[in-house]
């Protein structure tokens, strides 16, 4: 068993001076990064499949054992409902395998109106996924709250994804051999992203005892918050791994995290 937690991104400038080094370049930032976390979250690719040189250059930029998730980009999700895509997602999922075995999940985040009547549109798009690459699935619809969909992605070894989200129930079901859980926020509620602006303790040690009872049913448990979540999503990350007793990397040099 293994939790690999990390933020959902890292090319934030607001993060200079609260997490980098004063002064660092946002082409150091993912080097910088990976200094202190051991994943991240690709939201990048929600918006476009990224080139392979790109994909190549993020690889190369972070040491071994270093992992990547990558969101499934809107067009399939969000625009299609998944519907007619299916060259897209191979397209999708060749490139993000360059990443090789840094590669350690993709996250399927379904749209807030993808609703159960949909549900032969999923169960088509997970059959043909890849049983080497590991899948999660997030739910934004209420209506999938269900035991049935727990059986669907059971099925197909595909992870349930947890979620903080302030609209939406909070889910810790299992169905596969690992878990993808993500911290949510409004983003309303966040001016800035370069220190905490609303306390999540609470929240996080409720979150710290559920990761650690999931932790003993899976083989790998990735988590992931973004800064709408508080303010500033790397301490949240740290605050998380001090709650489950999981070791710290060295930090940047001169970077401080609140």
Same mark, same amino acid.
């Given at each position: ?7 959902? #991104? ?54 071994? !054992? ?16 998944? $519907? #007619? ?47 080497? $690459? ?5 739910? +934004? ?29 909070? $889910? ?21 992203? /370069? ?16 990761? #650690? ?7 790998? $448990?990735? !988590?992931?918050?973004?800064? /709408? ?26 970077? +401080?995290?609140?």
């Amino acid at each position: 068993m293994t939790i690999y937690l990390g933020t959902q #991104g890292w090319s934030y400038p607001d993060w200079v001076g609260s997490f980098y080094p004063t002064g660092a370049r946002q082409r150091d930032f993912l080097a910088l990064y990976a200094e202190v976390f051991d994943a991240v979250e690709l939201d990048t690719t929600f918006y476009a499949t990224p080139r392979d040189t790109q994909v190549e250059a993020w690889r190369d930029a972070t040491p071994e !054992g270093f992992q990547f998730t990558a969101k499934v980009p809107r067009t399939i999700t969000h625009d299609r409902h998944l $519907v #007619g895509t299916d060259q897209d997602m191979d397209d999708f999922l060749t490139t993000m395998t360059l990443l090789g075995d840094k590669l350690g999940a993709v996250l399927v985040q379904l749209p807030p109106d993808f609703r159960w009547d949909e549900r032969a549109e999923l169960d088509r798009f997970l059959a043909r996924l890849p049983r080497d $690459v590991r899948t999660a699935v997030e739910f +934004r619809n209420r209506s999938w709250i269900r035991p049935e969909t727990a059986e669907l992605l059971a099925q197909y070894g595909v992870a349930f994804t947890m979620i903080d989200l302030h609209y939406m129930p909070r $889910v810790t079901e299992t169905t596969a051999d690992f878990t993808y859980v993500r911290w949510l926020g409004e983003r309303s509620k966040i001016t800035r992203m /370069h220190e905490t602006q609303i306390d999540r303790h609470d929240d996080l040690d409720r979150w710290a005892a559920v990761l #650690g009872e999931v932790a003993m049913r899976v083989q790998r $448990v990735y !988590g992931f918050a973004n800064n /709408h979540y508080s303010g500033h999503s790397p301490a949240d990350i740290r605050y998380l791994k001090q709650r489950l007793d999981l070791p710290e990397r060295e930090r940047p040099s001169q970077g +401080r995290l609140l």
